[in-house]
């Protein structure tokens, strides 16, 4: 949604979703509120967060490594 309008499926783009409350890509316009990057809200909150909502943060799914006791020893003699 620009000031201009939507070019989003012949020029109807859709309000946001509840989800979407918080976010700094909401704009208000005339006809309500809609998003500045997604002209359908809801299908990016269909499976699971936005990729695009700056109000939900992104949890590292990051691993630690398992570490080798064999190896590990042998790196600490030298």
Known sequence: MTAN?????????????????????????????????????????????CNMATHVAMESTEKAQKVNPIKASKRMKK
Not at 10 to 18: F, S
Not at 26 to 33: H, I, M, S, T
């Open 5 to 49: 309008g939507c070019s989003f499926n012949g020029g109807c783009c859709y309000q946001i979703v509840e989800s979407c409350n918080g976010c700094d890509r909401v704009k208000a316009y005339e006809g309500g509120w809609y998003c500045t990057v997604a002209p359908d809200p809801s299908a990016k909150w269909k499976n699971g967060n």
